[in-house]
Each structure stands twice: as structure tokens, then as C-alpha cells.
């Protein structure tokens, strides 16, 4: 019963449009009254959350993403991976998908891996015959390849709340990510091949190709130096960022020549905007999250989980249709910090193991990003193709049985997951 209150109490708030943080802030800090605890809990207990070296990622990440954005890289990665394969069925999405998938390793933001690539691709396949709802779909799916092909933020949230390793959440996430790119671009080919509507194109030149190559090589290998140093312990995700955001102003002020001052305040502004929403959400998901483990909730769901589901795949499959549910009102850093200190205790009661879950979580939080009224790239997609909301819910329909497949070949095969942190 405490339980089912609870969450009614959070959905009121959230109803009444309540910002996100201030919703769980507040009704943590009134589970603590009400418990009789200290409420001075709360601000111990957002210090102690905020005071922590791996978020400094968050905000580096951040910067790095929207100095690359503000400084036109998506155009340049965009027409690179056109003038290799745009000459395959549906070579314009399958372009498009490429691109996302680069982007996405460079940013660790669904958002701003949406934009960039969906500037420059929507104009481009819209005007060669493609479907109008594919192609918003396509977009929208693909940006949230920012958050499963590392590095990631949410997995870096993730990991914090979890303390989990945060590289080893990364490597787990290479394989699905890789996974969820070849069924986008396997779709994409059969929906040119049956339903066609876009214009085949010739294939481009050898001179266009080295040439488009030579003007998107500084973004590869600013993604090659962020991963390769990540994973050879050479920096933490944290330097990681950091180095990143220098390498990001290098390539796009100097090299490029791309960036702007404007760009710059406009990108630092949009970075700051964010990063304080999301620690603001951060500190007031764990007052919310210290009061519920002192009021037993995580245990209580634990106990009934074990007393009613008795197979993991019964488990999987809750969990999933809950998560669903949940993306409906959460957007995906509230989603992680909310649902991950009720769910995990559960989980590894079954024998999941937490890095294969957080793997779990994210793509679950793909799913939130493209489902209306809160997935945050559907509105992305919207402003930037200037369309309707359900014009783009309805093209990402296809993609979201995509990711949902992803999960049902997570559970068969947890190797595509846990095979490069522990096996490799």
C-alpha cells in the first residue's frame, strides 16, 4: 500500500507539471517528515551526491556535444558516409544511420546526435522521394544511438547511482549498439527494396569520396581518441570529456574553422541549461531514493517480485511493459535514477548481472526517448523538420519493435553485452 502512494504522489506532482526534480525533491523531503527522519537528510543528501568526480562528465560531454553541433561537424560526417554508401538501396538512410552511429560516439547525447545528423539528413532525403514519416523515424530512433554506443550519459548516471564500473558499462555497450545499427540498416534497405519513393543515386566519385573523407577525419579521430583512450585506461571517462571538449574547440575553431564566437556562448548557454537540469534531477532523485530506502520500498518490491514472478524472462518481460509505462511521463535521466534503486535489488535476486541490467536500462530508455507525450526526440525531430508530433510518433513505430527486439536477443544472448568487459 505504501508503495501504490507513493507513486500516486509522484504522478499528482507530475500531473500538476511539476518540474521533475522539484516533484521528487519535495516528496522525498515528505516521506522524511512524515517518516520522522531528519530533514536535514536532504541536503546531506544531495551534497554527497553532487560531490563526485565521474558527473564532471555530464557537463564536458555536454559542451563537447554542442560545440560539435554549433560547428556544422554533422554536415561533414553526414556527406563522408554518403559518398560511400549512397549508392545502396536506400543508401540515404543507410547514410543517415552511419552518421548517428559516428556522432553518437562522439557525444554520449541522444539529443544532440538527433539534431545534428536530422539538420542536415531531413532536407536531403525528403527532397530525394523518401517517406516523409520514415524519415522522421529514422531520425528520431537513430539520435538515441547516443546513449547506447559509448560514451554515454546515461550510463555514466548509471554507473554513479549503481557504483558500477563506468568503462565497463561502456565496452557493454558496444555490442548492442553495433547490433541496433545493423537492424536500422537492414530495415532501411528493405523498406527502400518493397515500399521505394526515393531517387537511387549513382555512386560518387573516388575524388568525392577522399575528399569528403580528408573533411571528416579530425571527427573520427576525436571519436578514436575518446574511446581508444577510454578503454586503454590511458584517461577516465571524466579526462575522457575533458579532452575531449579541448580536442572538439581545436578541430571546429582551428582546423575546420567552423565555430563561431556566437556558436560558442550558444553552445556553452545550451550545455549549462542542461547540465543544471539534469544534476538538479540527480539531487532530488536521491532524496526521493534515500526516503524510499528508508521506508523499505526496494525490499517490499523485491519481496513481491520474488513472491509472484518466478522466472527471469516473466521478470524481463514486467519490467519492460513497466518501463514502457514509465517513459510515457519520464524523460531518460529521471527514468535511470528513479526505476534503477527499485528495480536493480530484484534483478540481481534473479541473477542478472547489474553491468548486463544497466545495458538493459538504457535501451528501455532508448525506447522512452520515442514514445509520446515526453520522448524528447520526437520534439528534436518535429522542430527541426517542422512537422507534427504525430507524424514523427507514427514513423518511429518501426524502430521502437527494433529496440524492443534488441532486449528479447539482450536476454537470449547476454554475451552481446557482457562478451568485451569480461570476456574479451
Aim: with cysteine.
Amino acid at each position: 500500500m505504501t508503495v501504490v502512494l507513493i507513486l500516486a504522489g509522484l504522478f499528482t506532482l507530475l500531473l500538476m507539471r511539476v518540474p521533475v526534480a522539484f516533484a521528487l525533491g519535495a516528496l522525498g523531503l515528505g516521506l522524511l517528515v512524515a517518516g520522522g527522519f531528519s530533514p536535514l537528510m536532504s541536503p546531506q543528501a544531495m551534497l554527497s551526491t553532487l560531490d563526485g568526480f565521474i558527473l564532471l562528465a555530464v557537463p564536458l560531454f555536454l559542451l563537447m556535444s554542442n560545440v560539435l553541433l554549433k560547428g556544422g561537424v554533422g554536415a561533414d560526417l553526414f556527406a563522408a558516409v554518403h559518398a560511400w554508401v549512397g549508392h545502396w538501396p536506400g543508401g540515404l538512410a543507410v547514410a543517415t544511420i552511419l552518421s548517428c552511429g559516428i556522432f553518437a560516439a562522439i557525444s554520449g547525447s541522444s539529443v544532440a546526435t538527433a539534431a545534428t545528423i536530422g539538420t542536415v539528413a531531413i532536407p536531403e532525403m525528403i527532397s530525394r522521394g523518401y517517406d516523409r514519416r520514415f524519415v522522421f523515424g529514422l531520425l528520431a530512433a537513430g539520435g538515441t544511438l547516443g546513449i547506447l554506443i559509448p560514451p554515454s550519459i546515461p550510463m555514466i548516471v548509471y554507473g554513479f547511482i549503481t557504483e558500477e564500473s563506468v568503462i565497463s558499462l561502456f565496452l557493454a555497450g558496444i555490442g548492442p549498439g553495433i547490433a541496433l545499427v545493423v537492424l536500422f540498416v537492414v530495415y532501411a534497405m528493405i523498406h527502400a527494396r518493397f515500399l521505394g519513393g526515393q531517387v537511387r543515386e549513382p555512386a560518387a566519385s573516388w575524388a568525392e569520396r577522399r575528399r569528403s573523407s580528408l573533411r571528416a577525419a579530425p571527427s573520427v579521430a576525436l571519436s578514436a581518441l575518446i574511446i581508444g583512450g577510454i578503454y586503454s585506461g590511458a584517461f577516465t571517462p571524466t579526462e575522457a570529456a575533458a579532452i575531449g571538449f579541448a580536442a572538439a574547440l581545436v578541430i571546429t575553431a582551428f582546423v575546420l574553422r567552423t565555430l563561431t564566437w556566437k556558436g560558442l556562448r550558444e553552445a556553452t548557454f545550451e550545455s549549462m541549461v542542461t547540465t543544471t537540469a539534469i544534476l538538479l534531477i540527480i539531487g532530488g532523485a536521491h532524496i526521493f531514493g534515500k526516503a524510499i530506502t528508508l521506508y523499505r520500498v526496494p525490499q517490499d518490491i523485491s519481496v513481491f517480485i520474488g513472491e509472484n514472478i518466478h522466472t527471469p524472462l516473466a521478470y524481463i518481460v514486467v519490467i519492460s511493459l513497466v518501463l514502457l509505462l514509465m517513459g510515457l511521463v519520464f524523460e531518460a535521466t529521471s527514468m535511470v535514477l528513479i526505476m534503477t534503486p527499485v528495480l536493480l535489488p530484484a534483478a540481481m535476486a534473479m541473477g542478472f548481472d547489474p553491468i548486463w541490467f544497466g545495458i538493459f536500462m538504457v535501451v528501455m530508455v532508448e525506447c522512452a526517448l520515442i514514445t509520446p507525450p515526453v520522448g524528447l526526440n520526437l520534439y528534436v525531430i518535429q522542430a527541426v523538420g517542422r512537422t507534427t508530433l504525430s507524424e514523427v510518433s507514427r514513423g518511429v513505430l518501426p524502430f521502437l519493435g527494433l529496440m524492443l527486439l534488441i532486449v528479447a536477443i539482450l536476454y537470449v544472448w547476454p554475451d552481446l553485452a557482457l562478451y568485451l568487459p569480461f570476456k574479451l
